[in-house]
């Protein structure tokens, strides 16, 4: 099993659509977890970062379920300006602090 | 300013050539990261650096070195450039003096386009 393993996608949707992405994690010592954004031909920025009890910024929401080594992304209203690549990133923690292990990352479209 | 710059934005070069990947900061940051990106694999941890001279093995480097000589830079070195080392290549900080937390977010440079011929 992969360490990070999401849908590749891409994700086709029409403007004002929820799209939601999903990840899961193979190694049960994970310690923190992220979602970050990539832009084509531009360098990875962090979007969210994802905590146990869940977190929500404006339409974004994260949600981690450990027991199921799942992590997830809904998008709420999706705008033109959404159209991405999302990665799901884990720090796996241990002997390497401050290690991301990066997803091959969701290509989400958002169509007029 | 760009907190994370590199240096070439593009290169192409031929097999064998050695080549140096320049990357510098302004964040403070003690912790740099060398990646690599190629479609359909994701990114991929080159060399990492938690401080000055502290230098670090990731997943894949093989064929690779680096050099950390001051907290502000991290240099990426190809000995011997081949075709299969033709990748998107990143820079990467994180990590402030004063932080103890390994979960910190990670900045990224605009990255280097490098084509081994």
């Known amino acids: 099993r992969k360490e990070v393993e999401q849908d590749p996608g891409p994700f086709n949707v029409p403007e004002g659509a929820t799209v939601a992405f999903n990840c899961t994690y193979s190694?049960?010592?994970?310690?923190?977890f992220f979602w970050y954004r990539q832009d084509c031909r531009k360098e990875p920025k962090l979007l969210m970062s994802?905590?146990?009890s869940g977190n929500e910024d404006g339409r974004f929401t994260a949600q981690l379920n450990r027991a199921s080594q799942y992590i997830s992304l809904l998008i709420r209203d999706s705008k033109l300006s959404d159209s991405a690549t999302y990665l799901c990133?884990?720090?796996?923690?241990?002997?390497?602090?401050?290690?991301?292990?990066f997803g091959k990352g969701t290509k989400l479209s958002v169509k007029p | 300013d760009a907190d994370v710059t590199q240096t070439p934005r593009n290169r192409i070069t031929k097999t064998g050539k050695r080549i140096m990947l320049e990357c510098s900061q302004t964040?403070?940051?003690?912790?740099m990261y060398w990646y690599r990106q190629d479609p359909g694999l994701g990114l991929r941890l080159i060399y990492y650096?938690?401080?000055?001279?502290?230098?670090n093995k990731g997943e894949i480097s093989d064929g690779y070195s680096v050099s950390r000589q001051a907290q502000a830079k991290f240099s990426l070195s190809l000995e011997s450039a081949i075709p299969n080392q033709t990748a998107l290549y990143f820079c990467?900080?994180?990590?402030?003096?004063?932080?103890?937390?390994?979960?910190?977010?990670?900045?990224f440079g605009p990255g280097t386009r490098l084509t081994v011929l």
């Open positions: 990467a900080t994180s990590g402030d003096r004063t932080s103890g937390s390994f979960n910190n977010e990670q900045f």
């Open positions: 190694n049960s010592a994970s310690q923190s």
């Open positions: 994802v905590y146990s």
């Open positions: 990133v884990v720090n796996m923690g241990g002997g390497s602090q401050g290690n991301l292990i």
């Open positions: 964040k403070g940051h003690d912790r």
């Open positions: 650096s938690f401080d000055v001279k502290d230098i």
